[in-house]
């Protein structure tokens, strides 16, 4: 078994055929998710995961059919369905599948659940290399749901992935609209200059996400300064270090940004050490 899902009430192993063509989600969009991290039986923060997917279905729309704390339950119980001895992806999801009164919106009374745990190998510790992307930009608050972790807003991510991809970087640094840093194509984005840490104020283009809210407090609580503040792309060029954070690898360190190669920094790993000793506070199993 590599694939867990929990859909209308039952579980189904590997990768079930849910969503219709007359499906609203499935042609205009109305889809949120989370996703938690689960390894070695721990399972950080994720009742946050849960309380936020909830958060984003109503930013959109949608009328979550599951509290947190159920969806908490449901996240446990399909660690422990997979046992310690594997990385774990935990995914909670809401969709819209009949529009409402409007010509293209939501029924919230249509909302549908489902959570979907896979085996997804962790990346944690291991370093990135980044550039500096081009064809993106954060979208504004205006022009997009930044408030939620919504679906829409990942083909646009997707694009500069793959401008990155094609000169030969893992990621991007992506820009909000206004040219300050916001973070990368899927992750946020953390600078270290004089043994002092810096990473992007949340300003409306980008969820601060709960991995990067998590390292602030390991950092700051440590004797690390954290600064949440505007951040010019001028600024990467000469800091110290450079990592990210995120539920694919969780603190990862950048070992290369454009054309400067960079070496993981103490930062970096004590940011990573700090995560790992925390998550083992967080077990499941």
């Known amino acids: 078994m590599d694939t867990l899902t929990y859909w209308n009430e039952t579980w189904h192993e590997g990768n079930p055929a849910i969503l219709g063509p007359r499906d609203h989600a499935f042609w205009l969009g109305s889809m949120v998710f989370d996703g938690g991290r689960a390894f070695g039986g721990c399972g950080p923060d994720l009742d946050l995961h849960a309380a936020r997917v909830c958060r984003s279905a109503r930013a959109l729309g949608l009328k979550p059919t599951k509290t947190p704390e159920e ?3 449901l996240m446990h119980e399909s660690v422990r369905r997979f046992g310690p001895k594997v990385d774990l992806y935990v995914r909670p999801m809401f969709w819209a599948t009949k529009g409402g009164a409007g010509p293209i919106s939501v029924d919230p009374e249509s909302t549908q659940f489902l959570l979907c745990t896979y ?3 962790m ?5 990135l290399t980044l550039g500096l992307c081009r064809s993106i930009r954060r979208p504004t608050p205006e022009s997009a749901p930044t408030d939620a972790k919504a679906s829409c807003l990942y083909p646009n ?3 500069g992935v793959a401008e990155m991809l094609e000169r030969g970087f893992n990621n991007g640094i992506v820009l909000d609209a206004v040219g300050n840093v916001a ?3 899927s992750s946020n984005i953390f600078l270290a200059k004089n043994g002092k840490v810096a990473t992007p104020i949340p300003n409306g283009t980008f969820l601060a996400g709960i991995t990067r809210n998590r390292t602030i407090s390991l ?3 440590a004797g690390v300064t954290v600064e949440e503040r505007t951040v010019r792309p001028a600024e990467l060029e000469d800091a110290d270090e450079l990592f990210t954070t995120g539920n694919a690898g969780k603190v990862q360190p950048v070992n290369k940004y454009e054309s400067r190669d960079l070496q993981p920094g103490p930062i970096a790993r004590q940011a990573h050490e700090l995560y790992i000793a925390y998550a083992e506070t967080q077990r499941v199993i």
């Open 183 to 185: 973070e990368t194509c």
């Open 157 to 159: 991510s997707s694009r």
């Open 219 to 221: 950092l700051r609580n």
């Open 71 to 73: 969806i908490l339950k």
């Open 123 to 127: 990346r944690a510790g291991t370093p």
């Open 119 to 121: 085996i997804s190998p």
